[in-house]
């Protein structure tokens, strides 16, 4: 792996190679001293063009547990034109020595085009582009689905699992990229959503769609992922009728969750909008990952960050 941009450039074995680098990075930060050397003399840039709070503080510590140096470069707000500004902001970047790059931005392709561009020689991570792709969101999730589902073998697969992931499908580059990792692996995913958020294109995606929260709950899934509806990018408005509604048809109330098999979990990327695409009891309820999910995702972007830039991880690299 050179650059880490989209899960459909990713092999079952990359993915499995990642998740269990993850799993090995977990055990590390039980010790009482969780810094590992790794990446000592690197520095990782986030470059944020988009808000985020637990996607860039979640880099940042990945990057700091393995002793990179982080420079946190927020582009928010710019209004040069996003081409121009990207390939500046590129070399920059590259003059200033960095080692790889995080990057998230509105814009899908951002980060594919930042590592193709030829403005900048260094890997490049995907912190989530548009409603393109969010793919360590995607492994974060996997890595947590594993270790409730797949208990006995932390080195499985999620084949046979079933997903449920409901919600602003429309807008949601998690549920792209999960459908992608999660498929890779195995698992059966079904994506609930009124049709107004159900993407142009989705049928042709390895995944079922349902309009019907109620009946997709009553197959006996293993896992629901919640997606945030989210509000900032529904210019115009239209997409459903009411909050009112859409919580009462898509939202996971308690009583829905009560439906759910006993080993079923509880997801959300976060942030929550709670009260609306989910309950806060059911946020707050024992088969809830969702603070999980968060410590995940440590462990995964360590793993990414080390398969990218430690040298004994490229001794054998492999071009996407
Ligand atoms: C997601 C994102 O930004 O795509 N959040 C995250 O990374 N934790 C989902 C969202 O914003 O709803």
Known sequence: M?????IADLTREDALAVLATAEHMAQTQSRSIRKLPTLVGTTVVNLFFEDSTRTRISFEAAAKRLSADVINFSAKGSSISKGESLKDTALTLQAMGADAVVVRSASSGAAHLLAHSGWIDQPIINAGDGAHEHPTQAMLDAFTMRRHLRPEDPSADLAGAHVVIVGDVLHSRVARSNVLLLTLLGARVTLVAPPALVPVGASAWPCEISYDLDAALATGPDAVMMLRVQSERMVGGGFFPTAGEYSRRYGLSAARAQTLPDHAIV??????????????????SPRSVI??????????????????????????????
């Open 2 to 6: 050179r650059h880490f941009i989209s």
């Open 267 to 284: 997801m959300h990327p976060g942030p929550m909008n709670r009260g609306f695409e989910i309950d806060g009891s059911v946020a707050d």
């Open 291 to 320: 603070v999980e999910q968060v410590a995940s995702g440590v462990f995964v972007r360590m793993a990414v960050l080390y398969h990218l830039l430690a040298t004994d991880a490229r001794e054998a690299p492999r071009d996407h």
